[in-house]
């Protein structure tokens, strides 16, 4: 999986911040760039197709949501990012290092629980 392009990404994080999904012209109605209708349906399907959005028929459009949140295609990302280094452990430790406290808590957290439900 390769990262989203600019107009890509700027469509994912309008809906994302939608809880209830939108259509192709709330979605451009949001952006703060607008883009053409064709060129937005066009990358908006083929998000679709891609999986990364499903849609469900509202009147005479389509209603478009998110089938994965922000947080799942970034660890998507890292998880890709550390299957192209040889050393796991030192890229998983600089990023570590680069943690601000309250996040390397929150970490520490979530891997004591996976820890606790292994055993």
Do not use: C, H
């Not at 390397?104 to 979530?110: F, G, Q, T, V, W």
């Amino acid at each position: 999986m390769r990262s989203f392009g600019d107009l890509e990404s700027r469509l994912m994080q309008t809906l994302w911040s939608s809880n209830d999904g939108l259509t192709v012209q709330e979605v451009i109605d949001r952006l703060e760039t607008p883009v053409a209708y064709t060129t937005a349906i066009t990358v908006i399907e083929r998000l679709r197709a891609k999986g990364w959005l499903a849609r469900e028929k509202e009147g005479r459009a389509f209603r478009y949501v998110a089938t994965r949140s922000e947080s799942q295609y970034a660890a998507s990302l890292m998880s890709e990012a550390l299957d192209e280094v040889d050393d796991r452990t030192g890229a998983l430790l600089s990023f570590a290092d680069r943690l601000n406290p309250d996040e390397a808590r929150k970490l520490r957290e979530a891997l004591g629980r996976l820890g606790s439900e292994e055993g």
